[in-house]
């Protein structure tokens, strides 16, 4: 199992290498300079001063030694500093993950709580007019955008109502009601109809037939073989669900200005910020690396026909 992870480790490194040299080309070769955004709501400022703050913040630097100088000061913990608020890049981030990491821990646990259940009880009423209502719910749910459903929300229950902030309010929970259920409602209309699908699929297998021939209730038959077998696939979408919540969902925290790290990379892509949007990617890169691999991982203890051999590869 080491073994393993340190061949899956070794393998992904070039792929995290390989995306940040291209979000960090993509920047440096964009029409606009961060230096001129920086200076222009300050009026009007010389080219001296201009290309003096370039030097100062090595943008006049040749592409290459730019790239190797921030990928050497990644490697050792400093991703350098914010250009608009000087701040180090490390702890800002670190100052917004708290507010997505909550944002992502109760998508998740809300996404989970409803679409199970849901998934379910279409699967086992098939064709029945509890499943084709449920199937109608999630058929819309995943046909709307997350900023159309914000407004939505945002509307009823914030200007109708009354009953919930609309801004992220830090300290007030009631605040993290309207991003939830922005994010929910998208998540738990795809994870309500795979569940339906792979339940399905499983009472369809020939074990499940035996197993009522022998006289075994259907309660019986669906929570010890149906459901063990389904979380194979729910770990698989609550491992890409989590990794792309962590990078920060930008619609949804924009629209709620839910002050998270989705949030901070829009603000940082607007101002052209480089070592935040750089720190982001990287964020974003390993997360869904982390992610993957321990989704592979815990397939090993969910699943006894998944195995790893001594040479770190699936049998």
Do not use: C
Not at 38 to 58: N, Q
Not at 163 to 169: D, T
Request: charged fraction near 15%.
């Amino acid at each position: 199992m080491t073994k393993y992870v340190i061949n899956r480790l070794i393998q992904l490194l070039p792929i995290l290498v390989g995306i940040t040299f291209l979000t960090f080309g993509m920047m440096r070769f964009t029409a606009d300079d961060a230096v001129d955004i920086m200076y222009e709501r300050t009026g009007a400022v010389s080219e001296e001063v201009k290309a003096a703050k370039r030097a100062e913040l090595g943008l006049d630097k040749p592409f290459w030694e730019q790239y190797g100088r921030w990928l050497r000061g990644v490697a050792t913990g400093d991703m350098g500093r914010s250009y608009i608020s000087g701040k180090l890049v490390f702890e800002t981030f670190a100052a917004k993950l708290p507010a997505t990491v909550l944002l992502m821990l109760s998508s998740v646990v809300l996404t989970v709580l409803f679409s199970v259940p849901l998934g379910i009880i279409a699967a086992v009423r098939q064709n029945s007019r509890t499943d084709y209502g449920i199937r109608a719910l999630t058929f819309i749910g995943n046909s709307l955008p997350n900023f159309f459903v914000a407004l939505v929300l945002i509307y009823v229950f914030a200007l109708q109502l009354g009953l919930l902030p609309i801004m992220g309010v830090s300290g007030d929970l009631r605040s993290l009601v309207l991003p939830t259920l922005t994010l929910s409602i998208a998540m738990g209309a795809k994870y309500t109809r795979q569940i339906r699908a792979v339940v399905l699929d499983e009472l369809s297998k020939p074990y499940v037939t035996a197993a009522k021939s022998r006289g075994i209730s259907d309660f019986v038959i669906l929570t010890k073989s149906v459901l063990p077998s389904t979380m194979i696939m729910i770990i698989t979408l609550l491992a890409l669900s989590m990794g792309s919540l962590l990078g920060g969902t930008a619609i949804v925290e924009t629209i709620f200005m839910w002050d998270g790290v989705g949030k901070m990379a829009v603000d940082a892509i607007l101002s052209r910020d480089y070592p935040l949007i750089q720190a982001y990617v990287v964020w974003m890169s390993v997360i869904y690396v982390v992610m993957n691999l321990l989704a592979d991982l815990t397939y090993h203890y969910l699943d006894p026909r998944v195995r790893y051999s001594s040479g770190g590869d699936e049998v």
